[in-house]
Nanobody, 122 residues
Framework: QVQLVESGGGLVQAGGSLRLSCAAS????????MGWFRQAPGKERDFVAV????????VYADSVKGRFTMSRDNAKNTAYLQMNSLKPEDTAVYYC???????????????WGQGTQVTVSS
């Protein structure tokens, strides 16, 4: 079983930056992928980014491409989401998730963190 804990959320002005962390308990298998999703009030949860644990291959949602960067530290069992050039529309609760495989849909993910609030002011 994998336990995930997000951190790093907060309030930031438009154009600013924030880095989210997702710490996993135990060891993440090389076959796993780690993803970030976000959910704004009244909206469905949307895919943000995913990274493969073995090779660090990344895929991003079009809405964040060029602004967000996902990375991981295998030794620390931690994934990161570096968010630059933040916009008010990025405001949401951000969730970290893990899957034994790979996917862009939330139903592919077996493990979820509790979420961390990101608020971008204009």
């Amino acid at each position: 079983q994998v336990q995930l804990v997000e951190s790093g959320g907060g309030l930031v002005q438009a154009g600013g930056s924030l880095r989210l962390s997702c710490a996993a308990s135990g060891r993440i298998s090389s076959s796993y992928s780690m993803g970030w999703f976000r959910q704004a009030p009244g909206k469905e949860r949307d895919f943000v980014a995913v990274i493969s644990w073995s090779r660090g291959i990344t895929v991003y949602a079009d809405s964040v491409k060029g602004r967000f960067t996902m990375s991981r530290d295998n030794a620390k069992n931690t994934a990161y989401l570096q968010m630059n050039s933040l916009k008010p529309e990025d405001t949401a609760v951000y969730y970290c998730a893990a899957t034994p495989g790979w996917g862009l849909s939330e139903d592919k993910y077996d493990y979820w963190g509790q979420g961390t609030q990101v608020t971008v002011s204009s």
